[in-house]
T-cell receptor, first 116, second 108 residues
Framework: DTGVSQDPRHKITKRGQNVTFRCDPI?????LYWYRQTLGQGPEFLTY????????KSRLLSDRFSAERPKGSFSTLEIQRTEQGDSAMYLC??????????????FGQGTRLTVV | AQRVTQPEKLLSVFKGAPVELKCNYS??????LFWYVQYSRQRLQLLLR??SRESIKGFTADLNKGETSFHLKKPFAQEEDSAMYYCALSSNTDKLIFGTGTRLQVFP
């Protein structure tokens, strides 16, 4: 599968623990996005990178959340001191931004986080 | 505020019936509008975007700036159309703002 891949697919953690998720975008894509989706809602934007630069962060992204994209390739999303309210599906997407306009965003299958 | 509204959580139709999934948006500039679809156990994928003005799998959507709507339509629903449909808009920063989604169920 040459699409966007996310690891792990599922994560169960105890409240207060730290978790880290990984996203591998489509190789030539320079933009990478993180979204969060809770039950009954559409995906909500968290943050995005163009190459290695983090260009925008949502107010949803509290200081317990940090995202990185070293070398402009894969990205990690870390949640520190998890809370039950962090339980959600975390989606990663990538796209190729061009001067002529943006192209389609491709999504990964997501990481489902359950905080107990 | 930028917002996408999908008023229906569930839409159930019989095979062969017409389908219209509603989407309204609020945005101060000129947004780009999309429909994304998620079939059972599959990832979210793009169905169509308003700038391409094409029909995908028999679905069309017309951007109506006066009514700030981007409704998705198909004249004859098929069972394989059963899925979760999300309307989304893209701002000038390219992030997507999604609606809450509409589940389409097509019965045989």
């Amino acid at each position: 599968d040459t699409g966007v891949s996310q690891d792990p697919r599922h994560k169960i953690t105890k409240r207060g623990q730290n978790v880290t998720f990984r996203c591998d975008p489509i190789s030539e894509h320079n933009r990478l996005y993180w979204y969060r989706q809770t039950l009954g809602q559409g995906p909500e934007f968290l943050t995005y990178f163009q190459n290695e630069a983090q260009l925008e962060k949502s107010r949803l992204l509290s200081d317990r959340f940090s995202a990185e994209r070293p070398k402009g390739s894969f990205s990690t999303l870390e949640i520190q001191r998890t809370e039950q309210g962090d339980s959600a599906m975390y989606l990663c997407a990538s796209s190729l931004a061009r001067y002529s306009g943006n192209t389609e965003a491709f999504f990964g299958q997501g990481t489902r986080l359950t905080v107990v | 505020a930028q917002r996408v509204t999908q008023p229906e959580k569930l839409l159930s139709v019989f095979k062969g019936a017409p389908v219209e999934l509603k989407c309204n948006y609020s945005y101060s500039g000129s947004p780009e509008l999309f429909w994304y679809v998620q079939y059972s156990r599959q990832r979210l994928q793009l169905l169509l975007r308003h700038i391409s003005r094409e029909s995908i799998k028999g679905f069309t959507a017309d951007l109506n700036k006066g009514e700030t709507s981007f409704h998705l339509k198909k004249p004859f629903a098929q069972e394989e159309d059963s899925a979760m449909y999300y309307c989304a808009l893209s701002s000038n920063t390219d992030k997507l703002i999604f609606g809450t989604g509409t589940r389409l169920q097509v019965f045989p």
